[in-house]
């Protein structure tokens, strides 16, 4: 069974620039959530998808936001990009469903220049 | 808002000793906990949990320790070895759409 994929790995981006993120789940799953994660904090819950359907959101600003498709697979879009959103991203599919642990993927390093 | 809370951000041990990993929340809505490991440049990897209606639960040389009363759980390594050396998150949730996480704790196992 295929693991959690993100792509791209690393991506380096400029100030006020916008950037995609893509996530595809273990199949079968149907929730997907992302999180930041930066040195001392841990990682930060951005918002959870589940059918297509944002389900739960953390307190971060309107620049981030994401959506999921059909097939489950999701992406995160981060908008006029600063300094501070430098930070590994990380994606967690699940079952949805009951409580279950969630799988990982190996994340996104973004460099914001 | 951190509801989930590590302290102490990192822990150095002796092969074959214990290692005691602790985890504060303050959302009583949380009723499972989970534990996950992370190596560098991988994501988190799942490793025990635990729901709020048990107290304690074993897998092996993990065991992780739930005090509700406390808001208050714990993971016990016995005997810890050098490839456990790692980030550990705690991680709290009320709900399947709603998973929280620590700072995380660097656990270092000395040869």
């Known amino acids: 069974k295929a693991g959690v994929t993100q792509t791209p790995r690393y991506l380096i981006k400029t100030r006020g620039q916008q950037v995609t993120l893509s996530c595809s789940p273990i199949?079968?799953?149907?929730?997907v959530s992302w999180y930041q994660q930066t040195p001392g904090q841990g990682l930060q819950f951005l918002f959870e998808?589940?059918?297509?359907?944002?389900?739960n959101k953390g307190n971060f600003p309107g620049r981030f936001s994401g959506r999921q498709f059909s097939n489950s697979r999701s992406e995160m879009n981060v908008s006029t990009l600063e300094l501070g959103d430098s930070a590994l991203y990380l994606c967690a599919s699940s079952q949805g469903q009951g409580y279950t642990e969630a799988f990982f993927g190996q994340g996104t390093r973004l460099t914001v220049v | 808002d951190q509801q989930v809370k590590q302290n102490s951000p990192s822990l150095s041990v002796q092969e074959g000793r214990i290692s005691i990993l602790n985890c504060d929340y303050t959302?009583?809505?949380?009723?499972?906990f989970l534990w996950y490991k992370k190596y560098p440049a991988e994501g988190p990897t799942f490793l025990i949990s635990i729901s709020s209606i048990k107290d304690k639960n074993e897998d092996g040389r993990f065991t992780v320790f739930l005090n509700k009363s406390a808001k208050h759980l714990s993971l016990h390594i016995v005997p810890s070895q050098p490839g456990d050396s790692a980030v550990y998150f705690c991680a709290a949730s009320a709900g399947p759409s709603d998973m929280r996480f620590g700072a995380g704790t660097r656990l270092t196992v000395k040869p």
């Open positions: 998808y589940f059918s297509e359907t944002q389900r």
């Open positions: 199949s079968g799953h149907r929730s």
């Open positions: 959302n009583s809505m949380f009723d499972y």
